[in-house]
């Protein structure tokens, strides 16, 4: 069973920077694309970010694009969060996939972390 614990939320001011941190346990890290969503109240979960097997593959939801960066390393995948605007204030999902369909969709993913909450000040 494959677990994910995500870390690094909290509260930051407008234009300012987090890294969320996911810790991976229980698979090979090597056999699991990875990626991060955000939810913010009342809609619906949203697609940040994803990182192939092999760490050659990045995608970005347009929303982040230039402003977001993911990477992994050792069992580890990380989300670095630059120029935070109040609008990205949601909780963010770290989340795994062992298959091979479509990257951006949530449905693809079958390991999910617990959620660590992002809160950005005006």
């Known amino acids: 069973q494959v677990q994910l614990l995500e870390s690094g939320g909290g509260l ?5 920077s987090l890294r969320l941190s996911c810790l991976v ?10 990626a991060w969503f ?15 097997r092999g760490a050659g593959a990045t995608r970005y939801a347009d ?8 990477s992994r390393d050792s069992g580890k995948t990380d989300l670095q969060m630059n120029s935070l ?7 963010y999902f770290c989340a795994a996939s062992s298959g091979y369909g479509k990257i951006d969709s949530q449905r693809e993913y079958n390991y999910w972390g617990q959620g660590t909450q992002v809160t950005v000040s005006s």
């Open 25 to 34: 346990s229980g698979r090979t890290f090597t056999n699991l694309r990875m």
């Open 85 to 91: 605007r109040p609008e990205d204030t949601a909780v």
């Open 38 to 52: 955000r939810q913010a109240p009342g809609k619906e979960r949203e697609f940040l970010a994803s990182i192939s």
């Open 63 to 70: 929303s982040v694009k230039g402003r977001f960066t993911i």
């Open 12 to 16: 930051v001011q407008a234009g300012g």
